[in-house]
């Protein structure tokens, strides 16, 4: 049994990942200052006696005894990391900070959730890890862009100078259950528009392609990745490599609910990327056999009935 740390643990990608670790029979704490995270995703775990609630923000240095930890805090949706972007920054650069410096007192294995927005708006197709990425350090998605690129400097440096035990996945667009209602990213913002009848709000043309993750095939690829040989630091993508352009997962949302909703097109977002797309080669040789197994239906499916109760007051 290992006592590991997840911050960031209240929120969507956080909570299932402590459901995980416990169900692998280890001792959890979860720290989050709830700012997207909310202690209804957690409620669940609470009367768990390996399972423990910190309410800190990784801003301020914390201290307790950990094997490993996995930094997950940091707002993640545009909407959310753009609200507060000075507070993006500090959470992505300040935190790491704090946190390899718990992990170097500690002797603790220390995992980043990177993203895929360290590529920018990708020349590069699909995006493997050798490319160094096209982004705007001075647009809306800055703060979050620059401020996970500067955290994987970090972790690197940290590693090389310190000798820090790292492990870095660019996590590619995940969604599924116990997103927030007000996310704002676009599974859940087609979903609860389509349930709720009204419009569905594509920006721009809709041309726009991303690739999406359901939530369980990631927490299996970062909890195999935190168990990689002690050589293995990444950064790996972290997806699923199934293309489709946002107007098309319009459509198939709104087949999926039947809902009566209408498509209107909106101004395109600053700095949107064009396309992304994972390439999992990587992934594939050193997660032990790991490929995404969650096809885009099958993980709309509970995705959608999770909505549709919350909706309901459920
Ligand atoms: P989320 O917003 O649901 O979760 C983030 C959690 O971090 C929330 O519980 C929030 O309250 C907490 N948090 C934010 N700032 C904090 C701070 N200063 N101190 C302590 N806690 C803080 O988002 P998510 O989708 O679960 O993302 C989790 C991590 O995975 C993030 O680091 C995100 O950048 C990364 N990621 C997610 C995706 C995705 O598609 N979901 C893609 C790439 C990377
Ligand atoms: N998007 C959209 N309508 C929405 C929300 C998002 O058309 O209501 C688009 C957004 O412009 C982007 C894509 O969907 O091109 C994915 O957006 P999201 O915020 O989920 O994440 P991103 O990958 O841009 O960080």
Known sequence: MKR?????GAGFIGSHLCERLLEDGHEVLCLDNFFTGCKKNIVHLLGNPWFELIRH????????????????ACPASPVHYQHNPIKTVKTNVIGAVN?????KRKRAKILQASTSEVYGDPKVHPQVEGYWGYVNPVGE?????????????????YHKQNGVRIKVARIFNTYGTRMQLDDGRVV????????RGVDITVHGSGSQTRCFQYVSD????????????????????????HEVSILSLAEKIIEMTGSGSEIVFEQVRGDDPAKRKPDITMARKVLNGWEPVTGLEEGLVPTISYFREKLNGK
């Open 218 to 241: 990631l927490v299996e690829a970062l909890v195999r990745l935190m168990d990689t040989p002690e050589d293995f630091t990444g950064p790996v993508n972290i997806g699923n490599p």
């Open 57 to 72: 923000d990784v801003t301020m240095p914390f201290y307790s005894e950990i094997d490993e930890i996995y930094n997950l």
């Open 99 to 103: 946190m390899l410096g718990l992990a």
């Open 141 to 157: 998605r800055s703060c979050y862009d620059e401020g996970k690129r500067c955290a994987e400097t970090l972790f690197m440096d």
């Open 188 to 195: 859940s913002n087609f979903i609860v528009q389509a349930l």
């Open 4 to 8: 590991i740390l997840v911050t960031g």
